[in-house]
């Protein structure tokens, strides 16, 4: 079945830091990627999506593409703020009527001031 | 826009009593929601998916009979965790999916609610 890989956490960073969270998947199809983000307290918000190869989502200054070749969906960001303290979730989706979300364990980021 | 509730945020209950989690969809119609459960650390799972009108599906090794979800509108859908025990407690996470669903069918998550069986 289809499946997602995050990298391990959590991840502490400086504010202004670089960040990459690793993501890779598996799946039988030709899967929709996101990257959904859960602040303390708050449900999860769609971060970022890429519905083909070579697709770039983005936004907040985050980005991610989708690489089919390597079938990954790294997320980075150039300069983490304080405020980017949340629980990052990599997820897939297939593509039928009735297709569901798959998603990876989610790592918890931290910025130090 | 797409916003998500779940009441009750959370609860605590004796062992052996049935819970009730609502999930309504505020300013947009859901033909489908989904009911997820969230132990710490981990990630979301998949219990059923739910659709309005019909029975809802269940994820293998999920108990329907444990888990009764109901979808009677295209607005609510209900969790009713039955003669729940210590093993119950959980992070239960809703999301809806638009009557009008995009290419990617985007869901909409819930806040969570937070069960703690006695």
């Known amino acids: 079945g289809d499946s997602v890989t995050q990298m391990e956490g959590p991840v502490t960073l400086s504010e202004e830091a670089f960040l990459t969270i690793n993501c890779t998947y598996t799946?039988?199809?030709?899967?929709?990627l996101f990257w959904y983000v859960q602040y303390p307290g708050e449900g999860l918000q769609l971060l970022l999506k890429?519905?083909?190869?070579?697709d770039k989502g983005s936004n907040k200054g985050f980005e991610a593409t989708y690489r089919k070749e390597t079938t990954s969906f790294h997320l980075e960001k150039g300069s983490v703020q304080v405020s980017d303290s949340a629980v990052y979730f990599c997820?897939?989706?297939?593509?039928?009527?009735?297709?569901?979300?798959?998603f990876g364990k989610g790592i918890t980021l931290s910025v130090r001031p | 826009g797409a916003v998500v509730s779940q009441h009750p945020s959370w609860v605590i209950c004796k062992s052996g009593t049935s819970v009730k989690i609502e999930c309504r969809s505020l300013?947009?119609?859901?033909?489908?929601m989904f009911w997820y459960r969230q132990f710490p650390k981990q990630s979301l799972m998949l219990m059923a998916t739910?659709?309005?009108?019909?029975?809802?599906?269940?994820e293998q090794g999920v108990e329907k009979d444990k888990f009764l979800i109901n979808h009677a509108s295209l607005t609510l859908s209900t969790l009713t965790v039955t003669s729940a025990h210590p093993e119950d407690s959980s992070f239960y996470i809703c999301?809806?999916?638009?009557?009008?669903?995009?290419?990617?069918?985007?869901?909409?998550f819930g806040p969570g609610t937070r069960l703690t069986v006695l």
């Open positions: 999301s809806a999916r638009a009557l009008a669903a995009s290419s990617y069918n985007e869901q909409f």
């Open positions: 300013d947009f119609q859901a033909t489908t």
């Open positions: 997820a897939l989706s297939d593509r039928g009527a009735n297709s569901k979300l798959t």
């Open positions: 799946a039988t199809g030709y899967p929709s």
């Open positions: 890429a519905t083909k190869a070579d």
């Open positions: 739910s659709n309005e009108g019909s029975k809802a599906t269940y």
